[in-house]
């Protein structure tokens, strides 16, 4: 299991939002590749980037961002996850040609089915579905608009259709540091296995994470794949270097 820090970005400047509310953004730091660097120096494997602009209109304005970000951590041998704004096959193909090893596709694999078989299908375990969900409805375009869909009718397609990763998102409690939805993520995470087995180690969960105590009981849940961690770590609740330290410990038992 994988603890992926977390950098958004709004304006090429490293930002957090509160349930995914544009007005209501903080910003920490104008320098995201220091920022990833430094956590390539705690001992990051993996970095979460997402372009908040693309995500609410599709314009990739921090595209030069994120391989920046990926050009610097790739020389200590750390991945980054993007997501943003890939509406396309071409979309994933400018981000995994800038040095990204897996792009995350939301809004538009909701609203076209078969995009992630596509990128799946030139790229294998290059794709991961992010089910960003408010009271268990998909929600889309940087969370501003409901889709309709349940996030149980979605796991299994997404699955079939070849994502490596499905990274869910309790927007409720996104940014507001309140613990992460532990029964609602071992709900998604029976659902992978009934989807294909062994079906583990698909779910990131990604929302509420406030301490190490909340990462250590994401860390029991049997088949979480990873944890995904921002506002307690730029706030200071959160201190990567344990985090770390506390997963490796359980991978080594």
């Given at each position: 299991?994988?603890l ?8 090429g ?8 509310d544009?007005?209501?953004e ?9 920022v ?19 995500a609410?209109?599709g ?5 030069r961002v ?7 951590v ?10 943003g ?5 071409e ?15 939301g ?10 078989s ?8 290059c794709?991961a579905?992010?089910l ?62 009934l ?8 779910v ?18 049997d ?13 200071g609740r ?16």
């Amino acid at each position: 299991m994988d603890l992926y820090p977390a950098i958004d970005l709004i304006g090429g400047r490293c930002v957090r939002l509160v349930e995914g509310d544009y007005a209501a953004e903080t910003v920490y730091d104008d320098d995201p590749v220091r920022v990833a660097t430094g956590f390539a120096a705690c001992g990051a494997r993996w970095i979460h980037v997402v372009d908040l602009d693309a995500a609410r209109t599709g314009e990739p304005v921090n595209r030069r961002v994120v391989a920046a970000i990926a050009s610097a951590v790739a020389r200590d041998g750390v991945s980054v996850q993007a997501g943003g704004g890939v509406r396309s096959v071409e979309d994933a193909a400018e981000l995994l040609d800038a040095g990204v090893e897996r792009v995350v596709v939301g809004t538009a694999a909701i609203e076209d089915p078969t995009l992630v078989s596509r990128i799946a299908s030139r790229w294998p375990g290059c794709v991961a579905m992010g089910l960003d969900h408010r009271a268990g409805e998909v929600r889309l375009r940087g969370w501003t608009e409901g889709s309709g869909r349940r996030l149980e009718d979605l796991v299994g397609p997404a699955i079939e259709a070849g994502a490596a990763a499905l990274i869910v998102t309790d927007i409720a409690r996104d940014g507001r540091m309140a613990g992460p939805d532990l029964v609602g993520l071992a709900s998604v995470i029976q659902m992978t296995k009934l989807a294909c087995n062994p079906g583990t180690g698909y779910v990131i969960a990604s929302g509420g994470v406030a301490s190490i105590d909340d990462v250590a009981e994401l860390a029991a849940l049997d088949g979480l794949g990873g944890i995904i961690a921002g506002k307690a770590i730029y706030e200071g609740r959160l201190d990567v270097r344990e985090a770390f330290a506390l997963l490796s410990s359980k991978q080594a038992r």
